[in-house]
């Protein structure tokens, strides 16, 4: 009896899906970016929140069916940013607010930036940490539909050393900095490490993100130097595993790339100072590189403005900033594992698409720019099954341009349609 019942269920099921209301949206031009080419006179089936199909021509709808043209336009897959600060305003004088304002504060304000990444065309991103954890509220609301945004699978908050890049006290007057520890994101030594991939891992985190070397945006005397060790970075690593999570590495400096390639980690972001030894490493190792050029050139333009940033952080803009455009090109041209990433936070959110410029600029053509957004992002995130491509039984993630990207790349910056799972959230 329950046999039959299951198959009845599983039947009905599949018949409401079938013969519920179809989207069939007309494409001029579809690119794909598996096969890195651009179809014309194509039709997208949705049904529910999935592709139901892909068919050439301009399939005939049924009296139910809703028609959506986008004959002059280019579309392609929702597209992915794997590097974002969702929750994180970039603005003059960053220290002196967060002392102002509470956690709160900024997770309203990331509901606005939210929606200006999805209007941007982006209905997947990967937000690697904030230290307030707010970032995990939005995507909860989010799931829940409760506001707008993109797909976000979050790290939480970062994990980082005593000092280090994401020690959230940097630049604390000493009665004020205490000595935060795991719940806060930073540890020391293996044990403190694991606690700190727990603690993630309780909160609802979807990844993990370490601090492997220092930064550039932060008050710590060095941007490059290596501040967890490679034993560290390897506990963290096969702790995260064992908690289902990937982890993603910042790291500018050469020899922390190296630590945290050789610990396991799927992704080093921002690379800056890789060396050929580190190159090779990442392809012994099948791991990931997030370049985030525009982060750097965004950078520099701020740190242009009177006290836009403090004197220890101009400095480090000014001598590292130019160079990671340069090292994504010896990574590129060394057929590394390259994925879309942007830092969006350092710099204004909806304004993504300008890595595609750079990344262009870099040597990278147009079609392999919008695959590393959309195909090796998912692969990265490990949502292939669902996002990427637009196929049968994938997220009706779709998004539309006016122009012709692989004629002027600039084009990704004129987004006039957006669809998550379905839903047109954009159509101009």
Not at 45 to 68: M, R, T
Request: glycine residues 10%; proline residues 4%; charged residues 25%.
């Amino acid at each position: 009896m329950k046999k039959q019942l299951f198959l009845f269920l599983s039947t009905f099921l599949i018949s409401q899906h079938l013969f519920a209301q179809r989207t069939l949206i007309y494409c001029g031009k579809l690119i794909d970016p598996k096969l890195l080419t651009v179809q014309t006179e194509m039709t997208i089936l949705v049904s529910g929140n999935l592709v139901l199909d892909v068919q050439k021509g301009y399939s005939v709808g049924g009296s139910e069916d809703k028609i959506i043209d986008l004959k002059n336009r280019t579309v392609m897959p929702g597209l992915i940013d794997t590097h974002v600060h969702i929750v994180y305003p970039t603005r003059k004088d960053g220290l002196l607010y967060s002392f102002q304002e509470n956690p709160m504060d900024y997770a309203i304000r990331s509901t606005v930036f939210a929606k200006t990444t999805l209007m941007a065309g982006f209905t997947t991103v990967r937000d690697l940490g904030d230290p307030r954890g707010a970032n995990i509220a939005l995507r909860n609301a989010i799931l829940k539909g409760t506001i707008p945004g993109p797909h976000i699978y979050t790290a939480g908050r970062y994990i980082s050393s005593t000092g280090g890049h994401g020690d959230p006290t940097n630049g604390y007057r000493q009665d004020l900095m205490g000595d935060p520890g795991p719940v806060q994101g930073v540890a020391n030594g293996k044990e403190e490490c694991m606690k700190a991939v727990r603690q993630r891992y309780k909160e609802g985190s979807d990844l993990i993100k370490i601090m492997a070397s220092g930064g550039i945006l932060s008050l710590e005397k060095d941007g490059t130097a290596p501040q967890f060790s490679e034993e560290e970075m390897r506990a963290i690593v096969e702790t995260a595993k064992d908690c289902g999570m990937r982890v993603a590495a910042h790291a500018h400096g050469a020899e922390a790339i190296k630590r945290a390639i050789r610990a396991g980690v799927t992704s080093i972001e921002h690379g800056t100072l890789m060396d050929d030894e580190g190159i090779e490493l990442a392809k012994k190792y099948n791991v990931w590189l997030v370049f985030t050029i525009i982060s750097d050139y965004s950078s520099i333009d701020s740190a242009k403005i009177p006290g836009y940033y403090q004197p220890r952080i101009v400095e480090k803009i000014n001598a590292l900033g130019p160079m990671e455009q340069k090292t994504f090109t010896k990574a590129y041209k060394a057929c590394v594992k390259i994925a879309f990433g942007t830092d969006a936070g350092v710099f204004a959110h909806g304004k993504n698409w300008l890595e595609f410029v750079y990344m262009n600029q870099g040597g990278m053509p147009p079609l392999e720019t919008i695959r590393a957004a959309t195909i090796s992002a998912a692969e990265l995130i490990g949502i292939s099954d669902k996002a990427g491509t637009i196929e049968k039984g994938k997220w009706a993630d779709i998004v539309a341009v006016d122009g012709d990207p692989t004629q002027d790349i600039h084009v990704m910056g004129n987004v006039k349609f957006v669809m998550k799972e379905g839903v047109v959230y954009k159509n101009e």
